[in-house]
């Protein structure tokens, strides 16, 4: 499905049940995309996640009825998800500012809304310099976290300083690798790649690897071993200065305004160039794995 008209058919999948879906995953199960990318892209297009978005809107919808009928706000709760009136008084406040039964006895200042609607100004987006590359498969090996896409621009550059603290700092200072692990670091180039895996239950979560190529043998603990599989990918060229920019344009001006190619698979990748020094010039590419239409 075109990348624009998944996310407005993912509005109306959500609004039409809003009241009968329980995991972002039925949403991206409806429009057959990985949820990975349909979370990514949507929060990055909208503000919100998927989540976010229908609790919000279930909030607002249970202040109106709060106003508009008799419905007791323990009914209110079961119907809008909640399996107590406890923590459904805890997200109204959250959300509105006052309690369900300020709102029932006064009528009370809600927050408003209302449904999106999906409207794109495509700025540029067919001039973003890419190439089509496919590639076969290949192996990396490194170190793993999880990581919401809510967040993901925050805490995994927290996690690049973590691991290379702990893992590489001789490496960084121009030094010899000590230990073991320092060592494996080197001889595989962990570093080279940042990969982001979609295999987990909850859409809004996701595996990111700090990796390099794995040529086999014994893998030191703490690390581990993925596959990535062989496909075509548009790869975008930038620095590590603009990587999140550029990564925030792939999904809100390329992938809306391209009619040649759509997203496909469950990975997509950071490549920092090992005969650069790291910093805000590095060069860098983000692979995204496509299909044609």
């Keep these: 499905m075109e990348w624009l008209s998944c996310l407005k058919e993912s509005v109306n999948f959500m609004e039409e049940h809003l009241l009968e879906i329980r995991s972002p995953q039925e949403v991206a199960d409806h429009v057959h995309m990985s949820a990975m990318y349909l979370q990514r892209g949507f929060q990055i297009m ?19 009825e709060l106003i508009h009928t008799d419905t007791p706000v323990i009914g209110l709760a079961g119907k809008y998800g909640y399996d107590s009136q406890a923590g459904f008084d805890k997200a109204f406040i959250r959300f ?20 999106l609607n999906i409207i794109v100004t495509v700025e540029g987006g067919e001039s973003m310099k890419f190439s089509i590359e496919k590639k076969e498969k290949f192996s990396v090996v490194g170190f793993t976290g999880i990581f919401s896409g809510s967040d993901s621009y925050q805490t995994i550059p927290k996690f690049w300083d973590e691991t290379i603290e702990k893992y590489a700092s001789h ?57 990535i599989p062989a496909g075509d990918w548009a790869v975008f060229d930038c620095t590590m200065k603009t990587l ?12 809306p305004g391209n009619s040649e190619y759509e997203i496909a698979g469950r990975y997509n990748i950071e490549w920092y160039s090992p005969e650069e020094t790291p910093g805000p010039d590095q060069k860098c590419r983000i692979w995204i794995p496509v299909k044609k239409r």
């Design 46 to 64: 909208t503000g919100f996640t998927l989540g976010e978005y229908m609790r919000n809107r279930k909030l607002y919808l249970a202040a109106t």
């Design 96 to 115: 509105h500012g006052v309690s369900p039964l300020d709102v029932r006895r006064s009528g009370g200042s809600i927050r408003t809304f209302s449904r």
């Design 171 to 227: 490496l960084m200072k121009g030094e010899a690798p000590e230990g073991e692990t320092e060592q494996y670091v080197a001889a595989h180039h962990i570093g080279e790649f940042g990969v982001c895996i979609d295999d987990l239950p909850e859409p809004d979560r996701f595996r990111y690897m700090i990796a390099g190529y794995y040529t086999g043998g014994d893998v030191p603990e703490g690390m581990a071993v993925r596959e």
């Design 244 to 255: 999140q920019q550029t990564n925030t344009a792939i999904w809100k001006e390329w992938l």
